[in-house]
Protein backbone atom coordinates (compact mmCIF):
# COMPACT_ATOMS: atom_id res chain seq x y z
CA UNK A 1 0.00 0.00 0.00
CA UNK A 2 3.06 2.41 1.25
CA UNK A 3 4.39 1.46 -2.58
CA UNK A 4 1.38 2.08 -4.48
CA UNK A 5 1.07 5.40 -2.69
CA UNK A 6 4.46 6.88 -3.36
CA UNK A 7 3.64 6.44 -7.18
CA UNK A 8 1.34 9.00 -6.59
CA UNK A 9 2.69 11.41 -3.67
CA UNK A 10 6.30 10.75 -5.53
CA UNK A 11 5.66 12.88 -9.00
CA UNK A 12 3.10 14.89 -7.06
CA UNK A 13 6.06 15.94 -5.05
CA UNK A 14 8.51 16.47 -7.56
CA UNK A 15 6.19 18.62 -9.70
CA UNK A 16 5.19 20.79 -6.55
CA UNK A 17 8.96 21.34 -5.83
CA UNK A 18 9.55 22.38 -9.42
CA UNK A 19 6.37 24.89 -9.18
CA UNK A 20 8.04 26.05 -5.92
CA UNK A 21 11.36 26.72 -7.37
CA UNK A 22 10.04 27.86 -10.64
CA UNK A 23 8.52 30.61 -9.33
CA UNK A 24 10.72 31.38 -6.57
CA UNK A 25 13.25 33.06 -9.55
CA UNK A 26 10.46 35.88 -10.28
CA UNK A 27 10.36 39.29 -9.30
CA UNK A 28 7.60 41.25 -8.56
CA UNK A 29 7.26 44.66 -8.51
CA UNK A 30 5.46 47.42 -6.15
CA UNK A 31 2.93 47.37 -4.51
CA UNK A 32 3.80 43.55 -4.14
CA UNK A 33 6.46 44.37 -0.60
CA UNK A 34 6.75 41.02 0.41
CA UNK A 35 6.13 37.61 -0.93
CA UNK A 36 5.62 34.33 0.60
CA UNK A 37 6.23 30.57 -0.33
CA UNK A 38 4.96 28.06 1.47
CA UNK A 39 5.80 25.28 -0.97
CA UNK A 40 9.56 26.20 0.82
CA UNK A 41 9.18 26.94 4.04
CA UNK A 42 6.38 25.22 4.61
CA UNK A 43 7.01 21.98 2.43
CA UNK A 44 7.02 19.52 5.71
CA UNK A 45 3.22 19.84 6.30
CA UNK A 46 2.54 20.07 2.98
CA UNK A 47 4.38 16.75 2.19
CA UNK A 48 2.54 15.13 5.17
CA UNK A 49 -0.59 16.45 3.42
CA UNK A 50 0.24 14.37 0.10
CA UNK A 51 0.79 11.75 1.51
CA UNK A 52 -2.61 12.08 3.49
CA UNK A 53 -4.61 13.19 0.72
CA UNK A 54 -3.58 12.51 -2.70
CA UNK A 55 -5.56 9.58 -4.63
CA UNK A 56 -5.25 8.43 -8.34
CA UNK A 57 -8.45 8.93 -10.11
CA UNK A 58 -10.40 11.04 -6.85
CA UNK A 59 -13.58 12.22 -8.62
CA UNK A 60 -13.34 16.10 -7.57
CA UNK A 61 -9.83 18.16 -7.75
CA UNK A 62 -10.93 21.92 -6.07
CA UNK A 63 -8.46 24.25 -6.89
CA UNK A 64 -8.54 27.28 -5.32
CA UNK A 65 -6.76 30.68 -6.02
CA UNK A 66 -3.35 31.12 -3.63
CA UNK A 67 -2.79 30.53 -0.36
CA UNK A 68 -4.16 32.85 2.23
CA UNK A 69 -2.17 34.64 4.79
CA UNK A 70 -3.66 32.73 8.35
CA UNK A 71 -3.92 29.58 5.89
CA UNK A 72 -1.73 27.50 3.99
CA UNK A 73 0.78 30.64 4.69
CA UNK A 74 0.90 29.33 8.09
CA UNK A 75 0.35 25.24 7.85
CA UNK A 76 1.26 24.34 4.04
CA UNK A 77 -1.76 22.93 3.75
CA UNK A 78 -4.76 24.33 0.87
CA UNK A 79 -7.02 26.48 2.79
CA UNK A 80 -5.41 25.47 6.08
CA UNK A 81 -6.46 27.46 8.89
CA UNK A 82 -4.45 25.73 11.87
CA UNK A 83 -6.97 23.82 14.00
CA UNK A 84 -8.61 22.04 11.41
CA UNK A 85 -5.38 20.80 10.33
CA UNK A 86 -3.94 19.95 13.32
CA UNK A 87 -7.25 18.94 14.64
CA UNK A 88 -9.14 17.12 11.92
CA UNK A 89 -6.28 15.94 9.37
CA UNK A 90 -4.01 15.26 12.49
CA UNK A 91 -0.95 17.43 10.66
CA UNK A 92 1.54 19.34 12.61
CA UNK A 93 4.55 19.51 10.95
CA UNK A 94 7.11 21.99 11.60
CA UNK A 95 7.18 24.76 10.14
CA UNK A 96 10.10 27.34 8.95
CA UNK A 97 10.08 31.15 8.68
CA UNK A 98 10.38 32.75 4.88
CA UNK A 99 13.29 34.06 4.21
CA UNK A 100 11.63 37.67 4.52
CA UNK A 101 8.87 38.09 6.69
CA UNK A 102 6.54 40.87 6.78
CA UNK A 103 5.47 42.33 10.37
CA UNK A 104 2.14 42.29 10.11
CA UNK A 105 1.98 38.90 8.56
CA UNK A 106 4.37 36.49 11.07
CA UNK A 107 4.67 32.98 9.86
CA UNK A 108 3.96 31.42 13.51
CA UNK A 109 3.08 27.97 11.67
CA UNK A 110 0.46 25.97 14.13
CA UNK A 111 1.10 28.19 16.54
CA UNK A 112 -0.77 31.30 14.74
CA UNK A 113 -3.56 32.07 16.74
CA UNK A 114 -5.58 33.58 13.79
CA UNK A 115 -8.02 30.90 12.24
CA UNK A 116 -8.75 31.63 8.31
CA UNK A 117 -12.42 32.22 7.76
CA UNK A 118 -12.36 30.17 4.22
CA UNK A 119 -10.08 27.58 5.36
CA UNK A 120 -13.17 26.76 8.06
CA UNK A 121 -15.79 27.20 5.85
CA UNK A 122 -13.94 24.66 3.49
CA UNK A 123 -12.58 21.92 5.41
CA UNK A 124 -15.42 22.52 8.31
CA UNK A 125 -17.37 21.42 5.78
CA UNK A 126 -15.90 18.44 4.75
CA UNK A 127 -15.56 17.47 7.98
CA UNK A 128 -19.42 17.83 8.61
CA UNK A 129 -19.98 16.15 5.30
CA UNK A 130 -17.60 13.33 5.16
CA UNK A 131 -16.37 12.59 9.09
CA UNK A 132 -13.00 11.51 8.61
CA UNK A 133 -10.29 12.89 6.14
CA UNK A 134 -10.22 9.57 4.21
CA UNK A 135 -14.06 9.21 3.40
CA UNK A 136 -13.36 12.69 1.63
CA UNK A 137 -9.91 12.58 0.24
CA UNK A 138 -11.85 9.21 -1.50
CA UNK A 139 -14.00 11.43 -3.49
CA UNK A 140 -12.00 15.10 -3.41
CA UNK A 141 -8.23 16.50 -3.51
CA UNK A 142 -7.86 20.86 -2.48
CA UNK A 143 -4.87 21.99 -4.13
CA UNK A 144 -3.66 25.79 -5.05
CA UNK A 145 -3.17 27.06 -8.60
CA UNK A 146 -0.54 29.67 -7.32
CA UNK A 147 1.78 28.24 -4.30
CA UNK A 148 2.11 32.59 -3.19
CA UNK A 149 1.35 35.16 -0.97
CA UNK A 150 1.75 38.56 -2.26
CA UNK A 151 1.31 41.01 0.27
CA UNK A 152 1.47 44.69 -0.21
CA UNK A 153 3.52 47.10 2.51
CA UNK A 154 0.54 47.78 4.63
CA UNK A 155 0.37 43.84 4.84
CA UNK A 156 -2.69 43.65 2.33
CA UNK A 157 -3.14 41.20 0.60
CA UNK A 158 -2.87 41.28 -3.43
CA UNK A 159 -4.31 38.16 -5.17
CA UNK A 160 -2.78 36.92 -8.62
CA UNK A 161 -5.10 38.24 -10.99
CA UNK A 162 -4.47 42.16 -9.70
CA UNK A 163 -0.78 41.55 -11.12
CA UNK A 164 0.63 43.20 -13.53
CA UNK A 165 0.11 41.71 -17.39
CA UNK A 166 3.81 40.56 -17.56
CA UNK A 167 4.13 39.12 -14.39
CA UNK A 168 1.08 37.28 -14.94
CA UNK A 169 2.25 35.61 -17.74
CA UNK A 170 5.20 34.37 -16.20
CA UNK A 171 3.50 33.08 -12.93
CA UNK A 172 0.94 31.48 -14.51
CA UNK A 173 3.43 29.64 -17.39
CA UNK A 174 4.68 27.81 -14.42
CA UNK A 175 1.28 27.47 -12.28
CA UNK A 176 -0.32 25.94 -16.22
CA UNK A 177 2.45 23.55 -16.41
CA UNK A 178 2.18 22.36 -12.84
CA UNK A 179 -1.05 21.99 -12.93
CA UNK A 180 -0.80 20.13 -15.88
CA UNK A 181 1.20 17.29 -14.09
CA UNK A 182 -0.64 17.51 -10.97
CA UNK A 183 -4.04 16.19 -13.36
CA UNK A 184 -1.91 14.10 -15.26
CA UNK A 185 -0.86 12.41 -12.37
CA UNK A 186 -4.20 12.37 -9.77
CA UNK A 187 -6.56 11.30 -12.61
CA UNK A 188 -9.54 13.13 -11.46
CA UNK A 189 -12.78 13.08 -13.23
CA UNK A 190 -13.48 16.85 -12.56
CA UNK A 191 -12.07 20.08 -11.39
CA UNK A 192 -13.57 22.46 -9.82
CA UNK A 193 -12.85 25.52 -8.75
CA UNK A 194 -13.74 27.29 -6.08
CA UNK A 195 -13.99 30.69 -7.28
CA UNK A 196 -14.06 32.36 -10.95
CA UNK A 197 -10.48 32.97 -10.82
CA UNK A 198 -9.35 29.35 -10.56
CA UNK A 199 -11.85 28.08 -12.90
CA UNK A 200 -11.10 30.37 -15.72
CA UNK A 201 -7.29 28.79 -15.02
CA UNK A 202 -8.41 25.16 -15.50
CA UNK A 203 -10.83 26.47 -18.76
CA UNK A 204 -7.35 28.11 -19.69
CA UNK A 205 -5.35 25.26 -19.54
CA UNK A 206 -7.18 22.14 -20.29
CA UNK A 207 -9.63 23.88 -22.96
CA UNK A 208 -12.14 21.54 -24.71
CA UNK A 209 -10.08 18.48 -23.69
CA UNK A 210 -11.94 15.59 -22.16
CA UNK A 211 -11.96 16.89 -18.18
CA UNK A 212 -14.76 18.59 -17.62
CA UNK A 213 -14.30 22.16 -15.36
CA UNK A 214 -16.78 23.74 -13.17
CA UNK A 215 -16.90 25.80 -10.02
CA UNK A 216 -18.42 26.59 -6.71
CA UNK A 217 -18.71 29.84 -4.42
CA UNK A 218 -15.29 31.08 -3.25
CA UNK A 219 -15.94 31.08 0.69
CA UNK A 220 -14.20 34.17 1.49
CA UNK A 221 -15.85 36.43 4.00
CA UNK A 222 -15.26 39.21 1.40
CA UNK A 223 -18.00 37.36 -0.46
CA UNK A 224 -21.31 38.80 0.69
CA UNK A 225 -23.45 35.76 -1.29
CA UNK A 226 -20.62 33.36 0.70
CA UNK A 227 -21.60 34.83 3.99
CA UNK A 228 -25.15 33.69 3.85
CA UNK A 229 -24.75 29.74 4.18
CA UNK A 230 -21.50 28.68 2.23
CA UNK A 231 -22.19 25.52 3.07
CA UNK A 232 -24.79 24.80 1.95
CA UNK A 233 -24.58 27.12 -1.65
CA UNK A 234 -21.67 25.02 -2.55
CA UNK A 235 -23.26 21.81 -1.91
CA UNK A 236 -26.06 22.69 -4.16
CA UNK A 237 -23.50 23.78 -7.12
CA UNK A 238 -21.33 20.67 -6.42
CA UNK A 239 -24.84 18.64 -7.15
CA UNK A 240 -25.31 20.70 -10.25
CA UNK A 241 -22.20 19.89 -11.58
CA UNK A 242 -22.88 16.07 -11.11
CA UNK A 243 -20.56 15.42 -8.25
CA UNK A 244 -22.36 12.72 -5.96
CA UNK A 245 -22.03 13.83 -1.72
CA UNK A 246 -23.36 10.56 -0.64
Known sequence: ???????????????????????????FCPPVSTVYNPLDYAWAPFERYLELGA??????????????????????????????????????????KPAIEHPSRPVLGFDSPREEV?????????????TTPQRFFDRFFIANYCPLVFMEDTGRNRTPD??????????????????????RVLRPVQIVGIGKFAE??????????????G????PSPASPVANRGWAPQAERQLLELGVGLQ
Open 1 to 27: MAQDRALITDPLGRAFRMLSAEVAELG
Open 55 to 96: REGQQVLLLGMNPGPWGMAQTGVPFGSPGVVREWLGIEEAVQ
Open 118 to 130: SGNRLWGWARERF
Open 162 to 183: KLPAAERRSLFSACDRALEEVV
Open 200 to 213: DRARAVFGARDIPV
Open 215 to 218: RILH
